[in-house]
């Protein structure tokens, strides 16, 4: 097993938007050199409409805790995350308790079925956990020209997506970009607290 500093990109995916997006923050933390990505998922509370993403492997506390930043993602909820993801934070208290993650760098993403289903509204809600572990949060400046160019997903407190109702409409490549820069964001300010 490497012994190189990585990024956890956690995420939870039902109709593949997220995971889709998830890949491409991966793309953007492999583009610093010194840090790789180490992408995981969370299981779904049911089975049914699950999206078994044979890409990544079950996310585990131990990967939270030596991670070297975070990039969390989830589909949209009624405005906030899902709920197996939530559940996997609420289950990381022993770090809080331990102040394991405090000083690290961490970003969000999100995945809606309608165009204003709540993609700002999530991305800050899940951005409270993390604050409460003491992370530092890293978002999307306006100088990611992509930002400007969007028409359906991005927002200056993280990478989002426009999945449709059907689930269908694959990331564009503003969305896409965005991705990516907000995991290369997350990588580099890792390195820079690493003294790297």
């Known amino acids: 097993m ?9 995420y939870y995916s039902r109709e593949g938007g997220t995971a889709a997006m998830a ?5 953007g933390v492999e583009c610093v050199i010194g840090i790789e990505a180490r ?5 779904g509370l049911s089975s049914q409409g699950y999206d078994e993403d044979m890409m990544a ?3 585990t506390q131990e990967d939270l805790r030596g991670c070297a930043g975070l990039v969390l993602g989830s589909p949209t909820r009624f405005g906030n995350m899902a709920a197996p993801l939530k559940q996997f934070l609420d289950d990381s ?12 760098p961490a970003g969000v993403f999100t995945s809606t079925s309608s165009l204003h289903g709540g993609q700002e509204s999530t991305l800050l809600t899940m ?12 978002g ?7 930002l400007r160019a969007t028409e359906a997903g991005g927002t200056p407190y993280g990478a989002s997506h426009w999945a449709t109702e059907t689930g269908d409409r694959a990331l564009d490549d503003n969305e ?12 580099e300010w890792a390195l820079r607290g690493s003294g790297a």
């Open 39 to 43: 992408l995981r998922t969370v299981p």
């Open 176 to 187: 896409a970009a965005i991705c990516r820069a907000l995991g290369r964001r997350v990588a």
């Open 2 to 10: 490497s012994t190189q500093p990585y990024i956890l990109v956690l």
């Open 57 to 59: 492997l079950p996310a």
């Open 23 to 27: 890949k491409q923050v991966a793309r």
């Open 93 to 104: 208290s022993a770090l809080w308790l331990q102040g394991a993650l405090i000083d690290r």
């Open 127 to 138: 951005m409270l956990p993390l604050m409460h572990h003491g992370m530092v949060m890293v």
């Open 140 to 146: 999307v400046p306006y100088a990611v020209p992509e």
